[in-house]
């Protein structure tokens, strides 16, 4: 699913959108406000004073709605940001490692756990090779335990795992 698959999105960039339509209206009609003060001037009126007393209103609308616009496009970044996650790969963490080995800021960051594929991850990943016939139950299960062992993981998960696999690849 891409990032119009979440309702936050689609929502805030519906908001956004809805709210650069408004902002365009309003400047058409703040426009048409001022044409229409210099179409006919008034004569015990300074032109200046009509004109500001004409526009002003929609100015400040404008500056509201523009907010508004701001406001919603930063909140629309954000929750895209969040959306759309991290690649988490072997050999990604493998060059963050080798980034982390000649800066010290890479280091103190943890560049590398950012980048290193989880526990679940991993499991998640075998599953999919197994399922798709990549891998066969004997390899399945004993890179499975691997895994396990590796990570410092309960044998009831493993079991729980193993279930959950099975059941999934008998549908």
Known sequence: MGLLGDGRV???LAGFVL?????????????LAAVSVLAQPTPTTPFVVALVEAVA???VAAVVVGGVSFLLLAWLSVAAVRRASMPRDDRLARL??????????????????HFEPTTDDRIEELKRRYVEGELTELE????????MDEEGVSDERVRHERSRTDFEFER
């Open 57 to 59: 209103p929609y100015v």
């Open 140 to 147: 399945y299960e004993r890179r499975l335990q691997e895994l």
């Open 19 to 31: 709210s650069l339509f408004a902002l365009l209206g309003i400047a058409a009609v703040g426009l």
């Open 96 to 113: 963050a490692r080798l980034v982390e080995r000649y800066s010290s800021e890479a280091r103190q960051v943890g560049l590398a756990d």
């Open 10 to 12: 689609r929502a805030l």
